[in-house]
Nanobody, 122 residues
Framework: VQLQASGGGLVQAGGSLRLSCAVA????????MGWFRQAPGKEREFVAA????????YYADSVKGRFTTSRDNAKNTVYLQVNSLKPEDTAVYYC????????????????WGQGTLVTVSS
């Protein structure tokens, strides 16, 4: 399965973006999807995840209430709406896929996209 993340960019603090992750090669509905981010000099961290049905979502405490993940299985695309952005949200954002239940551990996701850069200016 191939994942392609897009939608990143430069935005002022308080702004919003919608990140997309297009899935090719397999049906999206087979996968639980996760979003992770990695800032310069830091480890990759969990941001959000959504179950294969879309019925369950899970968020890191740092983004809860500001970020929302959703999926459109018909379009083979997963989304991450990021609102009220802060400079500390600056990072490369990755989407990832796995069979099975939601987990926050990046090592549990065997499939990764290339990442999209989000830069938040103060």
């Amino acid at each position: 399965v191939q994942l392609q993340a897009s939608g990143g960019g430069l935005v002022q603090a308080g702004g919003s973006l919608r990140l997309s992750c297009a899935v090719a090669g397999r049906t999206l509905s087979s996968y639980t999807m996760g979003w992770f981010r990695q800032a310069p000099g830091k480890e990759r961290e969990f941001v959000a995840a959504i179950s294969w049905t879309g019925g369950s979502t899970y968020y890191a405490d740092s983004v809860k209430g500001r970020f929302t993940t959703s999926r459109d299985n018909a379009k083979n695309t997963v989304y991450l709406q990021v609102n009220s952005l802060k400079p500390e949200d600056t990072a490369v954002y990755y989407c990832a896929a796995r069979i099975n239940v939601i987990t926050t551990q990046p090592g549990a996701y065997p499939h990764w996209g290339q990442g999209t850069l989000v830069t938040v200016s103060s």
